[in-house]
């Protein structure tokens, strides 16, 4: 059984920065393009970022600039970094493959951006 397990959410307040980690229970990521999905309050699930196992990266145009994405085949991990928050990132941010896997979804990481 397959689990992703998001850590690192947190409240911030505007402009300020987090770092989400995602970690796999086994090994998935040396063979799949792997991402972050966010989803809002009263709002679909969307794609924020995704990495190749070649390290190639893709990002929504709403968090272009202000994102990052980084993995680690060897530790089965992948993070996010971002910075300049604004409070429409405000939502639940889940890792995954891309395409997503539905038995992969777990129970992912709250961020609040507040003031």
């Known amino acids: 059984q397959v689990q992703l397990v998001e850590s690192g959410g947190a409240m911030v307040q505007p402009g300020g920065s987090l770092r989400l980690s995602c970690a796999a229970s086994?090994?998935?990521?040396?063979?799949?393009?792997m991402a972050w999905y966010r989803q809002a309050p009263g709002k679909q699930r969307e794609l924020v970022a995704d990495i190749t196992t070649g390290g190639n990266t893709h990002y929504a145009e709403f968090v272009k600039g202000r994102f990052t994405i980084s993995r680690d085949n060897a530790k089965n991990s992948m993070d996010l970094q971002m910075n300049s928050l604004k409070p429409e990132d405000t939502a639940v941010y889940y890792c995954?493959?891309?395409?997503?896997?539905?038995?992969?979804w777990g129970q992912g990481t709250q961020v609040t951006v507040s003031s």
């Open positions: 086994r090994s998935i990521f040396s063979t799949n393009v």
């Open positions: 995954n493959t891309n395409p997503p896997r539905i038995n992969f």
